[in-house]
């Protein structure tokens, strides 16, 4: 017979031999079990090995971003092959973002249950088999379509590494470790800045075939090499129960709106820019790439520091700084400012600030949530950052067919950064200010 997870007999006795009273057992909160308690422990210390699963899980993190984003930096490439419209574009790039968005629910559950190692490997064998269909689809539109939605099953892998990292670090440095590990996200930087010259060096199957590689590669040393935190403890209530209570909590859905807002403005631009720039600035494909990577790489950089900041002053303030500062920047770019320097330098803060409110907002997800349920968190938290990048490349193609720029979709984003920088500042006036 097993209680919390200890034989009977090893049981806690008092010194007079028998049982302890209740008064001497451990007092849990309303609604909490000893099994919740088992789980949700938090080393004083980090683990040996943090550093190495936090590295191994942000490389492969980087590598299906790169894959759910190799579509759009070749939208142009798809374009003029196939005689699309902007609109028939715009569906094109963001259909992998849906599935990507929509499937964190289940992986983030799944990650609660079977551990990051585990789903790592899973997602870096399954993501082969629609990279490699879109390799083969090149010359038909519905064709890319299908492959291209189930492509997305790369980016499901964030709804991973949050919970993953997360374990191995104590709660007050979690704003760091989720930081660092967002910062994966660099792969669609890479994707921008490399998947158009290897188009153009091997051609396009090739250049899938070689992901295919990379994501079987991946997932070897996935299973190999990474480990579970000794913290983590499997999760196993049913997955609809499980999923019915996260939908019931308030904070979840207020997060949702924070992430749909910052994740999805990066998910927006970082597969949409290449098109966006090519339309609206002239800039061939490997142009537009290398400046959609740069983007890319202004976010990365900034989201581990939103990380790290919200540990020292809070996350509220940090997330506070990205969505106001997000709006100052679409407004100035709805005015089409000249190429290079003044649009360079907007977009460039642009990404600054929504990577910063990337970070702050799972920052805020580590304070507020039970590790017990930061997986499934996680994926409703991620799904809505991940349709926060799916609609706006949709707005952005019909507002460019019908009215020839992307003034009125820039300044649609900036009233929606005001909006939600507002909301945060009423919602989570009570929230932790620092670690």
């Known amino acids: 017979m097993l209680i919390a997870g200890l034989p009977f007999k090893a049981r806690r006795r008092s010194g007079s ?83 990507g968005a929509v499937g964190r629910i289940p992986v983030g559950i799944l990650t609660d249950r079977y551990g990051g190692r585990r789903m790592f490997a899973a997602i870096c064998f399954v993501s082969v088999v629609p990279t490699a269909l879109v390799g083969l689809s090149g010359d038909s539109y519905a064709a890319l379509l299908v492959s291209g939605f189930l492509l997305g099953i790369a980016g499901t892998s964030f709804a991973i590494g949050v919970p993953f990292a997360g374990a191995w670090y104590r709660s007050e440095r979690r704003g760091f ?41 991946a997932g070897a040393v996935s299973w190999l090499a990474m480990r579970d935190s000794p913290q983590w403890r499997p999760n196993r209530e049913p997955a609809l129960p499980r999923f019915a209570t996260v939908l019931k909590r308030k904070d979840a859905w207020q997060l949702s ?15 949409y820019l290449p098109t966006m720039l090519t339309a609206a600035y002239g800039f061939a494909q490997t142009e537009a790439g290398m400046r959609a990577a740069g983007f890319s790489l202004a976010a990365v950089i900034a989201r581990p520091i939103g990380g790290a900041l919200s540990d020292r002053i809070g996350p509220v303030r940090v997330c506070l700084a990205s969505f106001f500062g997000s709006a100052a920047m679409a407004v100035v770019l709805a005015f089409q400012p000249p190429a290079e320097l003044p649009a360079g330098v907007s977009f460039v803060l642009m ?72 909301f945060t500042a009423r919602a989570f006036k009570a929230a932790p200010r620092s670690g």
């Open 257 to 271: 709106m924070l992430y749909a807002l910052a994740f999805g403005g990066f998910v927006a631009f970082a597969t």
């Open 17 to 99: 031999g028998r049982p302890s009273s209740p008064a001497q057992r451990p007092n849990f909160p309303e609604g909490r079990s000893m099994r919740d308690s088992t789980e949700t422990s938090t080393p004083a210390t980090e683990h040996p090995g943090a550093g190495t699963n936090l590295a191994l899980a942000t490389a492969v993190f980087a590598l299906t971003f790169w894959v759910w984003n190799l579509i759009g930096p070749l939208s142009k490439t798809y374009s003029e092959r196939l005689g699309l419209s902007p609109a028939q574009t715009a569906i094109l790039v963001a259909f992998p973002v849906l599935v």
């Open 351 to 422: 990404a600054t600030a929504l990577g910063l409110g990337s970070g702050g907002v799972f920052a805020l997800v580590a304070k507020l949530i039970e590790p017990s349920r930061v997986g499934a968190v996680t994926g409703v938290v991620g799904a809505a950052g991940g349709l926060g990048g799916y609609f706006p490349p949709l707005v952005m193609g019909i507002v460019f067919q019908i009215t020839g720029d992307y003034a009125i979709g820039l300044l649609l984003l900036a009233a929606a950064a005001l909006g939600v920088g507002l």
């Open 177 to 217: 470790a989720t930081g660092v590990f967002g910062a994966g996200m660099g792969g669609t930087a890479l994707s921008a800045l490399l998947t158009p010259p290897l188009v153009e060096r091997i051609g396009l199957l090739p250049t899938y075939l070689a992901m295919c590689a990379a994501l079987i590669a």
